[in-house]
């Protein structure tokens, strides 16, 4: 099935389901964000690969309890969660999350980040579909 016309609120509902095409456009949507989140969270002591993966593990596996508007939000929170654990496991030492302000910053810059990467895919300029 052809996931490029979904909305997040059409792959939530596929996901609810049990549908693997609700998970494959939230994997194909919000994967290089949080790659990109999980980088800047953790720098290059985690392995952001496997962090993200897992992520969406956990995602199929708790998708019957999330509320369907809150899944890209909880994307977002599992992901600083999990990079956190792996940085306090790689390290030693506990991290603790990052002020709510910084974080909503980079919770920002990687939804910007993703619709730069999207508008490069499409071939589309980013800077003026921003602008418009």
């Known amino acids: 099935m052809d996931t490029t016309k979904f909305t997040v609120d ?22 290089g964000r949080l790659l990109w989140l999980c980088s800047r969270i953790a720098g290059t002591t985690a392995d952001h ?26 994307l977002y929170q599992r992901t600083v969660q999990r990079c956190l654990r792996r940085l306090s496991e790689s390290t030693g030492n506990v991290q603790p999350p990052p002020p709510p302000e910084q974080l909503d910053r980079l919770i920002s810059a990687a939804e910007l980040y993703g619709r730069i990467q999207l508008h490069h895919k499409n071939g589309t300029a980013p800077l003026q579909t921003i602008r418009n």
């Open 49 to 74: 690969s496997t962090v993200v993966e897992d992520v969406f593990v956990d995602l199929w596996g708790e998708r019957d309890s999330l509320p369907p508007r809150s899944i890209p939000e909880w």
């Open 10 to 31: 059409d792959a939530a509902l596929a996901l609810l389901q049990g549908k693997e095409v609700g998970l494959d456009f939230f994997f194909h949507r919000y994967y």
